[in-house]
């Protein structure tokens, strides 16, 4: 069986679970082990208003800005892909299509309950749109946990320091037992 060329690590989950600042630490991770890989926060593949008539979910400007990104990354040699966004679990569909093929892809859905959410959400929204922000992130994990596949990881961040959820999803990924790599290789290649 072939490999396959590319491998996608999604990372889902409500507002204030914190996927961003997961992603950021799993990319930090795989820098210290030498693990060459691009990261691409999604959430910013679809600001843009007001979304096109044909297109009020932004769905298509996500693909079509991902595919684009991805694209400039793959032909630099990168095959390991970290994509951070919401929905992301729920779209691998989405991905393969962005990056032209059909890569691995392991999605790790992470979880916290709405006291946590409401918490993390009060120290980042300092605007007026703290309470909508709870409000879709409560309804959004209900629908997560409902539609995310059984195959999806659930790893929850409650009570949890960063370190330890992005240890969790890259051992969902095993991309560090693939890359014992020298310092002096071209790691963009591996």
Avoid at 6 to 31: D, F, H, N, P
Avoid at 111 to 122: E, K, S, V, Y
Avoid at 150 to 178: E, K, L, Y
Wanted: hydrophobic fraction near 40%; charged fraction near 20%; include cysteine.
């Amino acid at each position: 069986m072939q490999a396959a060329a590319y491998e996608a690590l999604l990372i889902g989950g409500r507002a204030g679970v914190g996927k961003t600042t997961v992603g950021w630490e799993i990319s930090a991770q795989l820098q210290a082990l030498h693990t060459a890989h691009c990261l691409i926060e999604g959430d910013n593949l679809d600001q843009a208003f007001p979304a096109p008539a044909d297109d009020p979910a932004r769905t298509k400007m996500t693909e079509a800005n991902l595919a684009a990104i991805w694209r400039n990354y793959a032909a630099l040699g990168y095959r390991r892909l970290i994509y951070t966004n919401t929905v992301s679990v729920l779209e691998p569909d989405l991905i393969a299509r962005a990056t032209g093929g059909t890569p691995r892809i392991t999605a790790v859905l992470l979880t916290a309950d709405d006291a946590t959410a409401r918490q993390r959400l009060g120290t980042r929204e300092i605007g007026s749109q703290l309470d909508a922000h709870v409000t879709r992130s409560t309804a959004m994990a209900q629908h997560l946990e409902a539609t995310a596949p059984p195959w999806v990881a659930r790893v929850p961040t409650d009570g949890r320091s960063v370190t330890d959820i992005a240890r969790d999803a890259i051992t969902a990924t095993n991309w560090s037992s693939q890359s014992a790599q020298t310092t002096d290789h071209d790691l963009r290649l591996e």
